[in-house]
């Protein structure tokens, strides 16, 4: 791997065996890896959702009673858009 850093990990043997199990073949850096930037990902999105917390008012946001007002809500928010232009 380009780039990266040798570390050493202490991980219980019941999980390095599903690890292996699960991997298909791949090796365990590759797997590990993948599951890293998994969390990062998860992790960054969090801290977005966090931070736009409040962004709407209540009063914008309580017609949204089921699955079906939100897609309304979008489909009216969403009129008059232009595509975007290839």
Avoid: K, Y
């Avoid at 991997?23 to 801290?47: K, M, N, Y």
């Amino acid at each position: 791997m380009a780039n990266s850093v040798l570390i050493h990990l202490r991980l219980p043997r019941d999980l390095l065996r599903e690890v292996d199990a699960l991997a298909g073949g791949r090796p365990r850096s590759v797997v590990i890896t993948e599951a890293l930037e998994e969390f990062v990902r998860t992790q960054h999105l969090l801290c977005a959702l966090e931070a736009g917390r409040g962004f709407l008012a209540d009063a914008e946001t309580n017609q949204w009673h089921s699955d079906d007002d939100v897609d309304r809500w979008v489909e009216t928010l969403r009129q008059g858009w232009e595509p975007p232009s290839s």
